[in-house]
């Protein structure tokens, strides 16, 4: 039982380049998210899916789209990465009867 | 928009003594909220939740309360060790089914021997 898993662990992109972050979760659970965390700032909810086949903005959802590809998978895509997008990204889910997410080890990522 | 504030972003304190970190909200009331912990490099790891209709809950040397009229939760560390050092998040659920949680800054927590 991996829990949530996220690949890659580091990324080095250029202004302007392209990227899937992904994520996937052994745990049967039906909400996925996606956040990131920058220095000084909490968590932010970039997008979430509340099921397979919907997905929903965040708080910060600009740049960034997302696919719900089955139950287990989540991913977030930078079609055109900025400086601004330098973070790290933490994928997450929800096991609906507690109401606790658990949460993937992040990709740190970063922007030239 | 939600804003949640962590009382300090650094608490030293010596092992032994207990550790309380505050959290508090404005305008929205939360229908939950939760405390995670996360270590340097790593996700966040849950620890506790309280409801919006509950004063205080317990998990070994952990406690939390929650007053909806203080718009405030506490965390406490009782007994603390070096090993609790770590920065502790407080998040706040609005009461939808979609789990959408608003997090705080976090407070880094220092036990030192």
């Known amino acids: 039982n991996a829990g949530v898993t996220q690949t890659p662990k580091f990324q080095v992109l250029k202004t302007g380049q392209s990227m899937t972050l992904q994520c996937a979760q052994d745990?049967?659970?039906?909400?996925m998210y996606w956040y990131r965390q920058d220095p000084g700032m909490g968590l932010r909810l970039i997008y979430y899916?509340?099921?397979?086949?919907?997905?929903d903005k965040g708080e910060v959802p600009n740049g960034y789209n997302v696919s719900r590809l089955n139950k287990r998978e989540f991913s977030l895509r930078l079609e055109s990465a900025a400086p601004s997008q330098t973070s790290v990204y933490f994928c997450?889910?929800?096991?609906?009867?507690?109401?606790?997410?658990?949460f993937g080890p992040g990709t740190r990522l970063t922007v030239l | 928009s939600q804003k949640i504030e962590q009382n300090s972003e650094a608490l030293n304190i010596q092992e032994g003594k207990t550790a309380t970190l505050t959290c508090n909200y404005t305008n929205y009331s939360p229908a939950y909220l939760q405390w995670y912990r996360q270590d340097p490099g790593r996700g966040p790891v849950f620890l506790l939740l309280i409801r919006e209709n509950e004063k205080e809950k317990r998990k070994e040397r952990l406690k939390v309360t929650f007053d909806t009229t203080l718009k405030q939760s506490l965390f406490h560390i009782t007994a603390s060790q070096p090993a609790d050092s770590a920065t502790y998040l407080c998040?706040?659920?609005?009461?939808?089914?979609?789990?959408?949680?608003?997090f705080g800054r976090g407070t880094q927590l220092t036990v030192w021997p």
């Open positions: 997450a889910s929800l096991d609906g009867a507690a109401d606790t997410q658990y």
């Open positions: 899916s509340a099921s397979e086949g919907t997905t």
């Open positions: 745990m049967n659970h039906n909400s």
């Open positions: 998040a706040l659920d609005r009461g939808s089914t979609l789990g959408r949680l608003y």
